[in-house]
T-cell receptor, first 114, second 116 residues
Framework: DGGITQSPKYLFRKEGQNVTLSCEQNLNHDAMYWYRQDPGQGLRLIYY???????QKGDIAEGYSVSREKKESFPLTVTSAQKNPTAFYLC?????????????FGPGTRLTVL | AQSVTQPDIHITVSEGASLELRCNYSYGATPYLFWYVQSPGQGLQLLLK??????LVQGIKGFEAEFKRSQSSFNLRKPSVHWSDAAEYFCAGPDAGGTSYGKLTFGQGTILTVHP
């Protein structure tokens, strides 16, 4: 079955540590996205990538980094510079970056800073 | 400024009652619009989408939405709600920047509670 997988489902981090969230898709989509979700704030875009080896900052990129070395993978690193990283993180993909296609979402990773 | 707004944070309905969730947009041209649903702790699932043409769009799980240009609205409806419809619902449209294709902006979400 085609889809998007995110791992792990739950992640705990100590303050000062970097952590990497995995996102893999086998839909052959060109575009991939990372969102952060906090209660009552909807989804906020962290980074997006329209094609391999290219990515752009979203609305809240500070304290995060990404890479897009393979079409199917778009890992997100939450660095120690992110002041309030506890949140639910969602990865999505779309067939291309044209805007007219819907985004497909993974199941999410819940990150908690201890 | 947000391009898509959902005025209702929380709505409660009885099982079997009809449902309407509101979504307003602020685009000059006809936008493409989406409705997504999210169960607790899960990802988002697409319910339906509007690109152009027929203003009444049918989706999955018995949902429909109507695009009304005169009211700048894209409200989601269901004639008879089931307890399993309890979830959070998001309306989405193109990012207000306009030059960045593929980016969506999401409304704040509406939490739906269904009473038996």
């Amino acid at each position: 079955d085609g889809g998007i997988t995110q791992s792990p489902k739950y992640l705990f981090r100590k303050e000062g540590q970097n952590v990497t969230l995995s996102c893999e898709q086998n839909l052959n989509h060109d575009a991939m996205y990372w969102y952060r979700q906090d209660p009552g704030q909807g989804l906020r875009l962290i980074y997006y990538s329209q094609i391999v080896n290219d990515f752009q900052k979203g609305d809240i990129a500070e304290g995060y980094s990404v890479s897009r070395e393979k079409k199917e993978s778009f890992p997100l690193t939450v660095t120690s510079a992110q002041k309030n990283p506890t949140a639910f993180y969602l990865c999505a993909s779309s067939i291309d970056g044209s805007g007219a296609g819907e985004q497909f979402f993974g199941p999410g990773t819940r990150l908690t800073v201890l | 400024a947000q391009s898509v707004t959902q005025p209702d944070i929380h709505i409660t309905v009885s099982e079997g009652a009809s449902l309407e969730l509101r979504c307003n947009y602020s685009y000059g041209a006809t936008p493409y619009l989406f409705w997504y649903v999210q169960s607790p702790g899960q990802g988002l699932q697409l319910l339906l989408k509007y690109f152009s043409g027929d203003t009444l769009v049918q989706g999955i799980k018995g949902f429909e939405a109507e695009f009304k240009r005169s009211q700048s609205s894209f409200n989601l409806r269901k004639p008879s709600v089931h307890w399993s419809d309890a979830a959070e619902y998001f309306c989405a449209g193109p990012d207000a920047g306009g030059t960045s294709y593929g980016k969506l902006t999401f409304g704040q979400g509406t939490i739906l509670t269904v009473h038996p």
